[in-house]
C-alpha cells in the first residue's frame, strides 16, 4: 500500500470537485478563458480526466505490481497529451 498514490489521488479527486462540480475554471491558469468556445463541454473533458486519473492513481495506491510508475507514468501522460491535442483542435479558437 503506497500512501503517496492514495493522497495524491485524493488531491485528483478535490480538483475534479472544484472543476467538474463547481465550475471553477480559474484553477485552469494555463489556458487562456477568452479563447475557449465551449466552457462547459472543457470543463467536462478537464474533470473527466481528473476523475479518470484519480481513480487510477487510487487503484495503483492499494495494488503494488512491476513497473508500477512506469505504467502509471504512461498512462496518465499519455491521456494528458491526447485530451490535449483534442482540446485545441475543436474547442479552442
Known sequence: MNYRLICLAFLFFFLYYLIGV???TRWLS??????IKDKKRFTKLISTYLLVVGFTVLISG????????TALYCFTLGYGDLLMVYISNHIIE
Not at 492499494?62 to 510508475?69: G, N, R, T
Open 62 to 69: 492499494f495494488i503494488d505490481y512491476p513497473f508500477e510508475a
Open 22 to 24: 463547481k465550475k471553477y
Open 30 to 35: 494555463g489556458w487562456k478563458q477568452f479563447h
